[in-house]
Protein backbone atom coordinates (compact mmCIF):
# COMPACT_ATOMS: atom_id res chain seq x y z
CA UNK A 1 0.00 0.00 0.00
CA UNK A 2 1.42 3.49 -1.05
CA UNK A 3 0.73 5.90 1.98
CA UNK A 4 1.23 10.02 1.49
CA UNK A 5 1.77 11.98 4.04
CA UNK A 6 1.47 14.85 1.62
CA UNK A 7 1.12 18.19 3.28
CA UNK A 8 1.68 17.10 6.75
CA UNK A 9 4.06 17.80 9.13
CA UNK A 10 5.47 15.18 11.19
CA UNK A 11 8.26 15.26 14.38
CA UNK A 12 10.13 11.67 15.20
CA UNK A 13 12.07 11.62 18.53
CA UNK A 14 15.30 9.59 18.53
CA UNK A 15 15.63 10.28 14.85
CA UNK A 16 19.52 10.11 14.63
CA UNK A 17 19.98 6.21 14.37
CA UNK A 18 17.94 2.94 14.00
CA UNK A 19 14.37 3.10 14.02
CA UNK A 20 13.94 6.52 14.27
CA UNK A 21 16.31 7.31 11.27
CA UNK A 22 14.45 4.88 8.73
CA UNK A 23 11.21 6.62 10.57
CA UNK A 24 11.79 10.04 9.07
CA UNK A 25 13.31 8.72 5.91
CA UNK A 26 10.16 6.68 5.19
CA UNK A 27 7.74 9.77 6.46
CA UNK A 28 9.55 12.17 3.70
CA UNK A 29 9.56 9.61 1.02
CA UNK A 30 5.99 9.40 1.68
CA UNK A 31 5.49 13.10 1.52
CA UNK A 32 5.77 14.69 4.64
CA UNK A 33 7.86 17.36 6.03
CA UNK A 34 9.34 16.12 9.25
CA UNK A 35 11.36 17.84 12.50
CA UNK A 36 13.97 14.81 12.99
CA UNK A 37 15.06 15.33 17.31
CA UNK A 38 18.30 13.50 18.11
CA UNK A 39 20.61 14.08 21.00
CA UNK A 40 23.39 13.61 18.90
CA UNK A 41 23.96 16.42 16.31
CA UNK A 42 26.51 14.39 14.50
CA UNK A 43 23.92 12.02 13.48
CA UNK A 44 21.40 15.37 12.46
CA UNK A 45 24.59 16.33 10.32
CA UNK A 46 24.53 13.31 8.09
CA UNK A 47 20.57 12.93 8.09
CA UNK A 48 20.24 16.13 6.73
CA UNK A 49 22.68 15.17 3.94
CA UNK A 50 20.76 12.17 3.38
CA UNK A 51 17.27 13.32 3.44
CA UNK A 52 17.58 17.87 2.68
CA UNK A 53 14.42 19.77 3.93
CA UNK A 54 14.69 17.70 6.96
CA UNK A 55 14.60 20.28 10.23
CA UNK A 56 16.50 19.06 12.59
CA UNK A 57 16.49 19.54 16.68
CA UNK A 58 19.42 18.85 18.57
CA UNK A 59 17.95 18.35 22.24
CA UNK A 60 18.67 15.99 25.26
CA UNK A 61 14.83 14.95 26.28
CA UNK A 62 16.11 13.71 29.31
CA UNK A 63 16.17 17.44 30.47
CA UNK A 64 12.79 18.84 30.88
CA UNK A 65 13.95 22.30 30.42
CA UNK A 66 15.80 22.21 27.64
CA UNK A 67 13.14 20.09 25.82
CA UNK A 68 10.89 23.02 26.43
CA UNK A 69 13.22 25.39 25.36
CA UNK A 70 13.76 23.28 22.17
CA UNK A 71 10.03 22.17 21.23
CA UNK A 72 8.31 25.07 23.06
CA UNK A 73 7.81 26.80 19.02
CA UNK A 74 8.68 23.91 17.04
CA UNK A 75 4.78 24.94 15.22
CA UNK A 76 2.30 22.68 14.31
CA UNK A 77 2.77 18.95 14.51
CA UNK A 78 0.24 16.25 12.47
CA UNK A 79 2.14 12.92 13.62
CA UNK A 80 4.41 12.37 16.38
CA UNK A 81 6.74 9.62 16.66
CA UNK A 82 7.60 8.80 20.19
CA UNK A 83 10.70 6.46 19.66
CA UNK A 84 13.72 8.55 21.77
CA UNK A 85 14.97 6.16 24.30
CA UNK A 86 18.17 4.35 26.24
CA UNK A 87 18.65 0.73 27.19
CA UNK A 88 21.22 0.93 30.35
CA UNK A 89 22.10 -2.54 30.77
CA UNK A 90 22.04 -3.57 34.60
CA UNK A 91 21.07 -6.39 36.72
CA UNK A 92 18.26 -5.49 39.08
CA UNK A 93 21.00 -5.21 42.24
CA UNK A 94 22.70 -2.92 40.34
CA UNK A 95 20.53 -0.62 39.14
CA UNK A 96 22.14 2.65 39.81
CA UNK A 97 19.90 5.85 40.66
CA UNK A 98 21.87 7.74 37.71
CA UNK A 99 20.69 4.85 35.71
CA UNK A 100 16.93 4.66 37.10
CA UNK A 101 16.65 8.28 36.42
CA UNK A 102 18.07 8.38 33.19
CA UNK A 103 16.06 5.75 31.66
CA UNK A 104 13.13 7.20 32.91
CA UNK A 105 13.61 10.57 31.87
CA UNK A 106 14.30 9.49 28.23
CA UNK A 107 11.92 6.96 27.84
CA UNK A 108 8.89 7.82 29.76
CA UNK A 109 9.01 11.29 30.65
CA UNK A 110 9.72 12.84 27.51
CA UNK A 111 6.72 10.86 25.87
CA UNK A 112 4.99 12.81 28.64
CA UNK A 113 6.16 16.02 27.66
CA UNK A 114 6.33 16.07 24.01
CA UNK A 115 3.03 14.22 23.50
CA UNK A 116 1.38 17.52 25.92
CA UNK A 117 3.21 19.80 23.74
CA UNK A 118 1.82 18.46 20.22
CA UNK A 119 -1.49 17.16 21.74
CA UNK A 120 -2.32 20.74 22.47
CA UNK A 121 -1.18 22.40 19.34
CA UNK A 122 -3.39 19.90 17.38
CA UNK A 123 -6.14 20.20 19.70
CA UNK A 124 -5.82 24.97 19.35
CA UNK A 125 -5.49 24.26 16.20
CA UNK A 126 -8.66 22.23 15.81
CA UNK A 127 -7.42 19.70 13.48
CA UNK A 128 -7.12 15.48 13.74
CA UNK A 129 -3.69 13.87 14.51
CA UNK A 130 -1.97 10.78 15.21
CA UNK A 131 0.83 9.81 17.98
CA UNK A 132 2.96 6.62 18.22
CA UNK A 133 4.64 5.56 20.76
CA UNK A 134 7.45 3.16 20.30
CA UNK A 135 7.93 0.20 22.82
CA UNK A 136 9.32 -3.09 23.27
CA UNK A 137 8.46 -6.73 23.64
CA UNK A 138 10.12 -6.77 27.06
CA UNK A 139 7.35 -4.30 28.34
CA UNK A 140 5.42 -7.67 28.56
CA UNK A 141 8.39 -10.36 28.99
CA UNK A 142 11.16 -9.78 31.59
CA UNK A 143 14.50 -10.29 30.64
CA UNK A 144 17.85 -10.06 32.78
CA UNK A 145 19.21 -6.63 33.03
CA UNK A 146 16.91 -5.26 31.67
CA UNK A 147 14.64 -4.20 34.85
CA UNK A 148 14.76 -0.28 34.41
CA UNK A 149 14.07 -0.33 30.79
CA UNK A 150 11.39 -2.80 30.91
CA UNK A 151 10.14 -0.81 33.66
CA UNK A 152 9.79 2.11 31.19
CA UNK A 153 8.03 0.43 28.53
CA UNK A 154 5.62 -1.58 30.90
CA UNK A 155 4.85 2.25 32.05
CA UNK A 156 4.22 3.75 28.24
CA UNK A 157 1.82 1.00 27.84
CA UNK A 158 -0.85 2.30 30.14
CA UNK A 159 0.30 5.84 29.51
CA UNK A 160 -0.44 4.95 25.89
CA UNK A 161 -4.36 3.43 26.76
CA UNK A 162 -4.33 6.81 29.30
CA UNK A 163 -3.88 9.14 26.06
CA UNK A 164 -6.05 7.38 23.89
CA UNK A 165 -8.40 8.05 25.74
CA UNK A 166 -8.48 11.53 26.97
CA UNK A 167 -7.30 12.40 23.66
CA UNK A 168 -9.45 10.41 21.51
CA UNK A 169 -12.21 13.31 21.78
CA UNK A 170 -10.44 15.91 19.90
CA UNK A 171 -9.58 12.79 17.41
CA UNK A 172 -5.96 12.42 18.04
CA UNK A 173 -5.55 8.79 17.68
CA UNK A 174 -2.77 7.60 19.90
CA UNK A 175 -1.18 3.30 19.48
CA UNK A 176 1.52 1.60 20.32
CA UNK A 177 4.18 -0.38 18.65
CA UNK A 178 5.89 -3.79 20.22
CA UNK A 179 8.39 -4.81 18.30
CA UNK A 180 11.21 -7.72 19.09
CA UNK A 181 15.14 -7.04 19.17
CA UNK A 182 15.27 -4.60 16.13
CA UNK A 183 18.87 -4.79 14.68
CA UNK A 184 19.74 -1.61 15.37
CA UNK A 185 23.22 -0.43 16.88
CA UNK A 186 21.24 -0.76 20.09
CA UNK A 187 19.55 -3.66 19.78
CA UNK A 188 22.57 -5.50 18.48
CA UNK A 189 24.52 -4.77 21.34
CA UNK A 190 21.42 -5.46 23.73
CA UNK A 191 21.44 -8.97 21.88
CA UNK A 192 25.24 -9.43 21.82
CA UNK A 193 25.46 -12.36 24.27
CA UNK A 194 24.52 -15.70 22.93
CA UNK A 195 23.15 -17.45 25.46
CA UNK A 196 20.73 -14.37 26.11
CA UNK A 197 20.33 -13.68 22.35
CA UNK A 198 19.10 -17.63 22.17
CA UNK A 199 16.37 -16.91 24.81
CA UNK A 200 15.07 -13.74 23.54
CA UNK A 201 14.75 -15.59 19.88
CA UNK A 202 12.38 -18.32 21.63
CA UNK A 203 10.36 -15.79 23.00
CA UNK A 204 9.69 -14.77 19.17
CA UNK A 205 7.18 -16.75 16.92
CA UNK A 206 9.34 -16.35 13.79
CA UNK A 207 12.40 -17.18 16.16
CA UNK A 208 14.66 -14.29 14.68
CA UNK A 209 15.31 -10.46 15.27
CA UNK A 210 13.44 -7.51 13.51
CA UNK A 211 15.34 -5.48 10.98
CA UNK A 212 14.76 -1.93 11.05
CA UNK A 213 12.31 -1.79 7.98
CA UNK A 214 10.11 -4.81 9.41
CA UNK A 215 9.01 -1.53 12.32
CA UNK A 216 7.05 -0.07 9.13
CA UNK A 217 4.74 -3.07 8.91
CA UNK A 218 4.13 -3.06 12.15
CA UNK A 219 3.19 0.64 13.22
CA UNK A 220 0.08 1.90 12.67
CA UNK A 221 -0.91 3.60 9.59
CA UNK A 222 -2.22 7.44 10.44
CA UNK A 223 -5.29 8.40 9.47
CA UNK A 224 -6.78 11.82 9.83
Not at 69 to 85: H, I, M, Q, Y
Not at 132 to 155: C, E, H, I, Q, R
Not at 164 to 173: C, F, N, Q
Request: charged content about 20%; proline content about 6%.
Amino acid sequence: MQLSFSGMRALVTGAGKGIGRDTVKALQASGARVVAVSLTNADLVSLSKECPGVEPLCVDLGDWEATERALGGVGPVDLLVNNAAVALMQPFLEVTKEAFDRSFNVNLRSVFQVSQMVARGMIDRGVPGSIVNVSSMVADVPFPSLAAYSSTKGAMTMLTKAMAMELGPYKIRVNLVNPTVVLTAMGKKVSADPEFSRKLKERHPLRKFAEVEDTFLLAPVPTF
